[in-house]
């Protein structure tokens, strides 16, 4: 059992901690017991996430109640429905427009962007510039990224890894994005993750590889981003060849991300 760390906000556990890939997440309730989270980040990244928390100041994501060093205390999801079973269980469309939904309000105009956005060719350097082989799908991945980076359109702070399980059901609150990646860049990049996802959640799901659900949600997106088609399925190409790499970079399997760049290749 890991103990709750010490932190100057005299947090009260309320629950078991939760592991997660890049840290530690404990259920805490405040001094007057109001129920919180607190996130122990173990990446590097991680804690620069509060920049755009804090300047979102809970439109569309949720709230940052303090950040401290690698901690940072925000407000807590209720148990409930989750767009990953929403995904699963048949009811994509829903989840796909809840997404929608949440960066219409995260791309909303707002003054003052915070200071440290990281621009997108740096967030695509490890596919501008890869250090595996690429094979000929990613080659096609990789010239999509270099002219959609050297014409950016509409370019705003972005959260950058918004997909099922991180967007999660604040009770009235609705539906509120968590983890941002604080980048900056072209806002259509911001809706292709969604289409690897639920699949890249977990193991065994098999939801945004079907031919028919892809293609119904380039539609769908497309219109409730207000998107164009041609210039929605470049940004899903180009996104998911990055995350290709990355995969690839560490050893592991990218099927996931191999498939959804040659679906969107094939309606180019």
């Given at each position: 059992m890991h103990e709750l760390p010490a932190t100057k906000w005299q947090l009260h556990r309320d629950g078991d901690v939760i592991e997660t890939p890049r840290g530690r997440l404990w259920p805490v309730r405040l001094p007057d017991g109001t129920p919180a989270m607190l996130k122990m980040s173990?990446?590097?990244?991680?804690?620069?996430?509060?920049?755009?928390?804090?300047?979102?100041?809970?439109?569309?994501?949720?709230?940052?109640?303090?950040?401290?060093?690698?901690?940072?205390?925000?407000?807590?999801?209720?148990?409930?429905?989750?767009?990953?079973?929403?995904?699963?269980?048949?009811?994509?469309?829903?989840?796909?427009?809840?997404?929608?939904?949440?960066?219409?309000?995260?791309?909303?105009?707002?003054?003052?962007?915070?200071?440290?956005l990281l621009p997108l060719h740096e967030w695509f350097r490890e596919l501008l510039a890869p250090t595996v082989t690429l094979s000929p799908l990613l080659e096609q991945c990789r010239s999509l990224a270099e002219g959609l980076l050297a014409d950016q359109r509409e370019q705003r702070p972005l959260h950058g890894d918004l997909?099922?399980?991180?967007?999660?059901?604040?009770?009235?609150?609705?539906?509120?994005?968590?983890?941002?990646?604080?980048?900056?860049?072209?806002?259509?990049?911001?809706?292709?993750?969604?289409?690897?996802?639920?699949?890249?959640?977990?193991?065994?799901?098999?939801?945004?590889?079907?031919?028919?659900?892809?293609e119904r949600r380039v539609h769908q997106v497309s219109t409730l981003g207000g998107l164009d088609r041609t210039r929605l399925l470049r940004w899903i190409a180009a996104s998911a060849g990055l995350s290709a790499v990355?995969?690839?970079g560490d050893g592991d399997p990218a099927q996931v991300d191999l498939a959804v760049a040659r679906m969107a290749l094939e309606r180019l």
């Open positions: 173990t990446h590097a990244e991680e804690p620069n996430g509060h920049l755009l928390l804090d300047w979102w100041d809970g439109d569309g994501a949720a709230r940052a109640l303090g950040h401290e060093g690698d901690a940072l205390l925000m407000e807590r999801a209720v148990p409930g429905d989750s767009l990953r079973a929403m995904s699963i269980e048949g009811r994509d469309m829903e989840a796909t427009a809840v997404l929608c939904a949440v960066l219409e309000k995260l791309h909303r105009p707002r003054a003052d962007p915070p200071d440290g997909h099922h399980d991180n967007v999660l059901a604040f009770g009235a609150r609705g539906w509120l994005a968590i983890d941002p990646k604080r980048l900056q860049g072209d806002r259509a990049f911001d809706y292709t993750t969604l289409f690897t996802n639920p699949d890249l959640c977990g193991p065994g799901i098999h939801v945004a590889v079907r031919e028919d659900l892809f990355w995969f690839l």
